[in-house]
């Protein structure tokens, strides 16, 4: 299911591995991780199931500033995040929100302006090096 706005990539790792590439690369490029969301942890606490499903959000000012400069209700959307999560197939995804789409949905007009094609490329690149693409 192809969801407008969201990317998703299939991950060549398991759900373990997959997460600590993501952790990793963030790390790597000094970026703040400011939190980390296990869902099925938080399923688990209330005695329901969920596959692993987690989310990290994390962010650089620098980056992110500009587009709220422009539009502040984009930070409703800001930090960014990554989900990565395992489907009923036992197969290992890496998803986000596609900065364009935020952009869109605040109304902002100028993308280069408002750091959106360096937060699509660092994304991008994030993603690949958890998933293994």
Same mark, same amino acid.
């Given at each position: 299911?192809?969801?407008?706005?969201?990317?998703?990539l299939q991950s060549m790792y398991d759900?373990?591995?997959?997460?600590?590439?993501?952790?990793?690369?963030i790390e790597a490029r000094k970026i703040?991780?400011?939190?980390?969301?296990?869902?099925?942890?938080?399923?688990?606490?209330?005695?329901?199931?969920?596959? /692993?499903?987690?989310?990290?959000?994390?962010?650089?000012? +620098?980056?992110?500033?500009?587009?709220?400069?422009? =539009?502040? $209700? &984009? !930070?409703?959307?800001?930090?960014?995040?990554?989900?990565?999560?395992?489907?009923?197939?036992?197969?290992?995804?890496?998803?986000?929100?596609? /900065?364009?789409?935020?952009?869109?949905?605040?109304?902002? +007009?100028?993308?280069?302006?408002?750091?959106?094609? =360096?937060? $699509? &490329? !660092?994304?991008?690149?994030?993603a690949r090096e958890a998933a293994g693409?």
């Amino acid at each position: 299911m192809m969801e407008p706005g969201l990317t998703t990539l299939q991950s060549m790792y398991d759900f373990a591995t997959t997460l600590e590439r993501l952790s990793a690369a963030i790390e790597a490029r000094k970026i703040v991780v400011f939190a980390r969301i296990d869902h099925a942890s938080g399923a688990a606490s209330v005695g329901l199931i969920l596959r /692993p499903t987690t989310v990290l959000i994390f962010g650089n000012p +620098q980056a992110g500033t500009p587009l709220m400069q422009t =539009a502040q $209700t &984009a !930070a409703i959307d800001l930090p960014l995040k990554m989900l990565v999560w395992e489907d009923e197939a036992s197969k290992v995804h890496v998803s986000y929100n596609e /900065p364009a789409w935020i952009a869109a949905r605040h109304g902002v +007009q100028d993308l280069a302006a408002n750091s959106v094609p =360096a937060l $699509t &490329a !660092a994304l991008a690149a994030l993603a690949r090096e958890a998933a293994g693409g």
